[in-house]
């Protein structure tokens, strides 16, 4: 089977949905951003204090090559993902792609909270996703099928995922 890969901003969903809906069609799960984390050693927020975006994005693109060449996963990108096109070129080879899409206050309310979201940290917290979500919301939508999940429960979102997912074999 294809793997299926959500992209979508942080607090999107893309953890929560993804381990029910590989559970749903027995696949395995990945959430990208833990799988660096056990990589590593050591949480992204500190890779990032540590190493700079740049080194987390490289260490990201080389797992995106790993997934890429396997199937049957369900896959929860870290939201930068689609900052490099290469990425999708890639999942797209072996994936079915859903981006899901969120709005600013969404966002805020379900992880403006937590503290290891390193790009939440300093400053204006409404203004730096509102410019984040600008610039990648654009990218989300163009990835593949789209699911907004602002005013649904996880389990609607689940059954839009499962019947996108079963749509493109």
């Not at 793997?3 to 749903?24: H, P």
């Not at 080879?93 to 969120?102: E, H, L, P, Q, R």
């Not at 939440?120 to 600008?134: C, M, S």
């Amino acid at each position: 089977m294809k793997n299926l890969v959500l992209v979508g901003f942080m607090g999107s969903g893309k953890t929560v949905v993804g381990k029910l809906v590989a559970e749903r069609l027995g696949m395995h799960f990945m959430d990208m951003d833990d799988e660096v984390e056990r990589r590593e050693g050591r949480k992204i927020s500190e890779v990032f204090a540590q190493d700079g975006e740049s080194y987390f994005r490289r260490l990201e693109r080389v797992l995106t090559q790993e997934l890429a060449s396997q199937t049957d996963w369900v896959i929860a990108t870290g939201g930068g993902i689609v900052l490099d096109p290469r990425n999708l070129d890639d999942f797209r080879k072996t994936s079915v792609i859903i981006g899901f899409g969120i709005h600013v206050d969404t966002v805020l309310q379900r992880v403006g909270h937590q503290t290891h979201r390193p790009l939440l940290e300093g400053g204006d917290k409404h203004k730096r996703v509102q410019k984040l979500l600008a610039q990648r919301e654009p990218l989300y939508r163009a990835a593949g099928e789209y699911i907004d999940t602002n005013d649904r429960t996880i389990d609607e979102v689940v059954n839009k995922v499962v019947a996108a997912y079963q749509k493109n074999p």
